[in-house]
């Protein structure tokens, strides 16, 4: 089976990767909600007449939420070097600039 043609570009394929993994995310985080039930917000869910809207607002919202953060954090971590080895913000180094000093005419 050939792959899409959008999944050979490879910022598309990081974004679509994490993407998943941040709507895996927030499947386990609704499905936890659910099970754990805190401040009986499953029984208050399921006792509306059409509990798959209540649902589908509480899935999108932390999918967008977890999807959004997932793709940022690969985003931001691309221009990392790791050849510290460190993880981290300890590991990182800011460039020096040396500054010329004008001297300016009186």
């Known amino acids: 089976m050939p792959t899409p043609a959008l999944l050979r570009i490879p910022l598309?394929?990081?974004?679509?990767?994490?993407?998943?993994?941040g709507a895996c995310a927030a499947a386990l985080l609704?499905?936890?909600?659910?099970?754990?039930?805190p401040g009986h917000l499953?029984?208050?869910i399921f006792a509306d007449r059409a509990?798959?809207?209540?649902l589908l607002l509480l899935l999108a919202s932390f999918l967008i939420t977890f999807?959004?953060?997932a793709m940022g954090s690969a985003i931001m971590a691309q221009g990392r070097k790791d050849d510290s080895g460190k993880s981290g913000g300890h590991g990182s180094?800011?460039?020096?600039?040396e500054l010329t000093q004008r001297t300016r005419p009186h």
Do not use: Y
Request: aromatic residues 6%; proline residues 3%; positive net charge.
């Open 12 to 21: 598309f394929r990081l974004l679509a990767i994490n993407l998943a993994i």
């Open 51 to 54: 509990p798959g809207v209540a």
């Open 93 to 97: 180094r800011l460039a020096v600039q």
């Open 42 to 44: 499953r029984e208050l």
């Open 67 to 69: 999807g959004s953060a």
């Open 30 to 37: 609704v499905g936890g909600l659910l099970w754990l039930n």
